[in-house]
């Protein structure tokens, strides 16, 4: 299809939106996909799409395609509508590989995410996945099938990893998955239990060959909208997801593999670790800070140091009660994404704190949430 030159010689600052069938990701074609883009990286983005095997269908300012009409809300009493229609992913590989017959990954890298002094162990593990077509989008999962036995003599079954990297891999080449494991321990009758899988994970060395299955999952997925508003609630090894998402969103060689994809609505990550030495990424967290001021915000519930208004422990949900105005505002915006993964423990509390907001706004959000969840806007994966 032909670009009009007039929309090509508008200001710079104009955005527009291209349609685009058949981009070829991951060695599979995807059916349909959208970009907003300013008119500056128009001729990139075409380039893009040649090379990549697309066919562009349209074409429009992005003013215009966003004046698409939204259904109104249902909520008495309420604001402005805070529902909008479904978002359109793009295609994503699931089940690629199954239990029966897994993919053999090689163990690339596997170090410590904890600074001196933290509880537990926390460790980044990378795989590799060069050999066969192993390959996943942001928000997914992957299995992994632990060596050995159970204790009725069967081979371990497998267990879900949120995925930590974005779906060009830690080191940008598309070829490797990495996942944030805490080692569980728990007592019984006196005597310390190491989780299986999360102590076969943290006790492997490079080298090492696993069996992974999936990728699995669509309920995590990041909205293709560049100018969407990304709020990321999370407790501890939840962070998995949201640590991909932030590279997609802000790591500079990332946004270079992403022309389609330049991040510019407002990302606001709500963390909770026990104490400052158990935070995840922070490095990473604190340069996304440095060079995206006005896009990124980091928000940290501490739980043993931070006390809540009560007194007690520091918890997430106390955060989002803290802020529930602002957060209730941004939701208030269609474009508005929440993301929610780590402890289950941690639903309630949130629930409440949003019950709270809502009705300081006159609305309820007990009818609210499930609209919320059926735009595609509202995202748990909590164990
Ligand atoms: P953790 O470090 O043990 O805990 C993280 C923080 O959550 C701590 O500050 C902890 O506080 C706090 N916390 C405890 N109970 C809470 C509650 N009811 N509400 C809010 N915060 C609470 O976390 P972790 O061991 O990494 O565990 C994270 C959990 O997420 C695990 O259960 C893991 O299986 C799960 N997970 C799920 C997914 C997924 O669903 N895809 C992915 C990754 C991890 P205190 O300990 O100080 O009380």
């Known amino acids: 299809m032909r670009i009009s030159t007039a929309a090509l010689r508008q200001s710079d600052a104009r955005m527009f939106t291209l349609v685009v069938e058949g981009l070829k990701a991951a060695g599979t074609r ?11 990286q128009m001729q990139a983005t075409l380039r893009m799409i040649n090379q990549q095997g697309g066919r562009l269908l349209s074409v429009t300012p992005a003013d215009q395609a966003s004046a698409t009409p939204e259904p109104a809300s249902t909520v008495a009493n309420a604001a402005p509508a805070p529902v909008t229609t479904p978002v359109k992913h793009e295609a994503v590989p699931v089940n690629l590989y199954k239990p029966k017959d897994p993919y053999i990954g090689t163990v690339l890298g596997n ?3 904890l600074a001196e002094g933290a509880i537990g162990r926390v460790n980044h593990i990378t795989f590799d996945l060069s050999e066969g077509n192993l390959h996943y989008v942001e928000g997914q999962s992957i299995g992994i099938i632990p060596d050995g ?15 930590a990297s974005t779906r060009h891999g830690d080191n940008l080449e598309g070829k ?23 102590t076969f994970l943290c006790d492997i060395e490079p080298g090492a060959k696993v069996k992974i299955t999936g990728p699995v999952g669509k309920e995590m997925l990041l909205p293709p909208d560049e100018d969407a508003n990304v709020i990321m609630l999370a407790t501890g090894t939840g962070i998995a997801p949201m640590r991909a998402y932030l590279r997609r969103m802000f790591d500079p060689g990332e946004r270079a593999k992403n022309p389609g994809y330049q991040f510019r609505g407002k990302a606001w990550l709500i963390m909770g670790v026990p104490t400052t030495p158990n935070l995840l990424y ?24 931070q006390q809540n208004p009560s007194g007690g422990r520091m918890y997430i949900q106390d955060r989002v009660a803290e802020y529930g105005d602002e957060i209730f505002t941004m939701i208030e915006d269609p474009k508005t994404h929440v993301y929610m993964c780590g402890l289950r423990g941690m639903e309630p509390g949130i629930d409440e704190a949003m ?12 009818e609210l949430r499930p609209q919320l969840k059926k735009a595609d806007r509202w995202h748990v994966e909590t164990y």
């Open 30 to 40: 995807t059916a349909e996909r959208c970009f907003t883009i300013p008119l500056s």
């Open 355 to 366: 019950s709270k907001a809502a009705e300081s706004k006159g609305l309820n959000w007990s």
């Open 176 to 198: 490797t998955v990495s996942l944030c494991v805490r080692q569980l321990q728990y007592e019984k009758d006196g005597e310390t239990i190491n989780g299986v899988c999360s």
């Open 111 to 113: 170090y410590s995410l």
């Open 149 to 163: 036995v159970d204790s009725n003599g069967k081979p371990n079954k497998l267990r879900l990893y949120s995925i």
């Open 282 to 305: 922070e490095d990473d967290l604190q340069s996304y800070l440095s060079e995206f001021p006005d896009n990124f915000r980091y928000t940290k519930a501490i739980s043993r140091e």
